[in-house]
């Protein structure tokens, strides 16, 4: 299991680069009863699926990670490095859980491996579409070795606001275009969203701002994205609170959205609630999904990446119990 996190993270497969990762995997992953499919997706990337009999339970997680690329580092409790948590811990973990139960004779269950999470999850989209019989998925995220109940939605939005360019000596003859993103912002910042009993406060991000005017010009055009972090009281009415703050100079563009999720819990684990998306709303062509995985998502996308090598160890116990769980309800 090690071994094979190591191998993954030693490839640079940050967004736009998953391709890099593929043959790594079917390189140092061979079981002997699995089925390899390898899934096309129609930007070009690929999905690599493993197949022990009919999946009627899939475990999955995804091979991309956050830029910048950083090289593994095993310091012998913990391994450092891009993707030791999110996600190729995940992979690492759920490939030794596969390797387990192939040993005990099931053949019911897949391993399902994912391009572009981090960019709008178009992976798990063409998955969900190719993938038939599927009673459960189990999506490796790093929960702290919690089941999650439920989390948030979340709906990225590209807005523009327009100006008018003018000498800046004279800025009674322009329109600033900053000018008005700061009242923008002020309104963004006063919306009140009803708080919800299990998700708690709706959150944003403004990222990617942009305005190419010189120092010495009015800008005339700002372009900017907020990333909601939506509940379910907040999902449905977010247009409504966006439509409230923008007036005439301003344009905006829903790119993409996921709702907020109820995941399926088994007995005997510790759960709780995450704030951050994951492929499971994309995957829901597969039944009932659930949420669970070594590691915390306080340092994942950080310099500081890492994931404790007993935590994986722990995962792939709790992973078989899952598993083992599920197996149960299918029979019921």
């Not at 409790?77 to 995940?90: F, T």
């Not at 523009?160 to 008005?180: F, L, V």
Request: aromatic letters at 10%.
């Amino acid at each position: 299991m090690i071994d094979l996190l190591i191998k993954m993270m030693e490839v640079d497969s940050t967004s736009g680069k998953e391709e890099n990762i593929v043959g790594v995997i079917q390189k140092h992953f061979s079981p002997e009863r699995a089925v390899c499919e390898i899934q096309d997706i129609p930007n070009g990337k690929k999905n690599v699926y493993y197949k022990w009999g009919n999946p009627e339970i899939i475990f999955c997680s995804h091979f991309d990670t956050v830029p910048p690329f950083i090289p593994p580092y095993n310091e012998g409790k913990r391994i450092m490095g891009r993707g030791s948590c999110d996600a190729k811990g995940q992979i690492a973990v759920l490939a030794e859980t596969c390797l387990q139960l192939e040993a005990e004779g099931k053949t019911n269950f897949g391993l399902l491996m994912l391009a572009g999470e981090e960019v709008g999850s178009y992976g798990a989209r063409t998955a969900n579409e190719l993938i038939k019989g599927c009673k459960y998925v189990v999506v490796g995220e790093p929960t702290e070795n919690k089941l999650i109940k439920a989390g948030k939605g979340n709906v990225l939005v590209e807005f523009t606001i327009k100006g008018k360019a003018a000498h800046s000596g004279y800025p009674a003859k322009g329109e600033n275009a900053i000018e008005r993103f700061r009242v923008f912002l002020n309104k963004l910042k006063g919306l009140e969203f009803p708080e919800d009993d299990i998700l708690g406060d709706t959150t944003y991000n403004v990222g990617m701002l942009s305005s190419n005017n010189a120092h010495n010009v009015i800008s005339d055009n700002v372009s900017f994205k907020v990333f909601f972090r939506t509940t379910f009281a907040t999902h449905g009415i977010l247009e409504e609170k966006i439509n409230e703050i923008c007036d005439k100079h301003t344009e905006y563009k829903v790119q993409y959205g996921d709702e907020p999720i109820e995941f399926h819990t088994v007995e005997g684990f510790e759960t709780g609630i995450v704030s951050y998306g994951s492929d499971a709303p994309e995957l829901f062509n597969l039944g009932k999904r659930l949420l669970y995985g070594p590691g915390t998502i306080f340092v994942a996308h950080t310099q500081e990446e890492h994931v404790v090598i007993s935590d994986l160890h722990k995962a792939v116990k709790d992973l078989k119990n899952i598993y083992y769980k599920l197996e149960k309800e299918i029979g019921e």
